[in-house]
């Protein structure tokens, strides 16, 4: 259970609950009636299935297909998405449900936020990464010119429901960006979660379906306590912002490959966790130990670590100019989620500009 302020609901994780679908959202649905939006990627192999499920429990419903990827949260998908809803006809008791990735989530998110000043929603995650991060916590919205995640709402699920059997279909690169923030999970605040990866990834990653199972479930209780402390990201330190733990430097990555591919949200945040630790480590803040024992974990999945890891090369003053937009400068100074060690972030404000760029000039990026 997630437990807030004025809503409550409930994220259900396992096996094949995708066959029971419909039985389990119904309760939930003021009228008994459903929009569903997903991309053509995840209807192609997983729709029939919910459909199917959905008429078997007797819930009328439409279905919208987006098509794949990043540029479908774009304000232009949004209109189109909201005109073909409006079009058909929704009352205010209609069901959103989101079923794909973090793209449908928060799209579809979105437009459940703003339709008709806001119909309930559901959340069906059909990736990794949707399972155990975007898919709990109510942060919606698509991306503008000036940046990604720019315009969006607050608007919490009525429903989470993550079947880790969906998970056997996702490309192996897919499922490692997934991983990476279950281990960022871990680092943040649960040396527990952290030292199971040790013992279970390596399972997770072959797709084993008991391990993959193990970790939604841990990876959603950790993010399930920190929504509920701190739904709206307003803790002053902890709390939300923890889990942007190597995103700064992620956020800097991706910019650099335009999402179009090339480098995965996930991936990029598997090389964060390494520069967010390596430069708490610089800091003196952090044992050098940790370091090695994260770095040791993330070599020997095969996960990316460093810039050698990257498309190409990328330059020092290229990426702290990116830190600098994403995270407003004070004086030479930022804002970063650092670590004391493995389980222990906190928000740091005073990280001085100059102490990053030696650590990527140390890491092997160009000047
Ligand atoms: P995604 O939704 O683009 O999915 C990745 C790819 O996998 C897509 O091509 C999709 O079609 C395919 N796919 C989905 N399920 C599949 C399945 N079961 N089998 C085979 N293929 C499948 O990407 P993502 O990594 O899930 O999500 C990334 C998005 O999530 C980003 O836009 C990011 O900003 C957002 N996000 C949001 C939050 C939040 O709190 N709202 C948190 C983290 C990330
Ligand atoms: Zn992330």
Known sequence: PVTLAGHSYEVLTGPQLLHDAGLRIRPHLPNNRAVILTDSTVAS??????EESLTRAGIHFATITVPPGESSKSLKRFEDVIETILAQGIERGTTIIAFGGGVVGDLAGFVAASILRGVPFIQIPTTLLAQVDSSVGGKTGINA?????????????NLVLADTTVLDTLPPRQLVAGYAEIVKSGLIADERLFAWCEQHGHA?????????????????????GVVQDDERESAHSGGRALLNLGHTFAHAFEAEFHYDGR?????????GLHMALALSVKMGLAPQDDLARLDAHLHKLNMPVGKADLPHNLSTATLLAHMGRDKKLREGKVTFVLLHGIGKAFTCRDVALEDVRALLLAEGFAP
């Open 263 to 271: 480098l995965l949200h996930g991936e990029a945040v598997s090389i």
């Open 145 to 157: 010119k000036a940046g990604k995640n720019l315009i969006g709402a607050f608007w919490q699920p």
């Open 204 to 224: 997770v990653l072959k797709g084993d379906p008991a391990a993959l199972g193990e970790a939604v479930r841990r990876a959603c209780l950790f993010k399930t």
């Open 45 to 50: 192999l997983h729709l029939a299935a919910l």
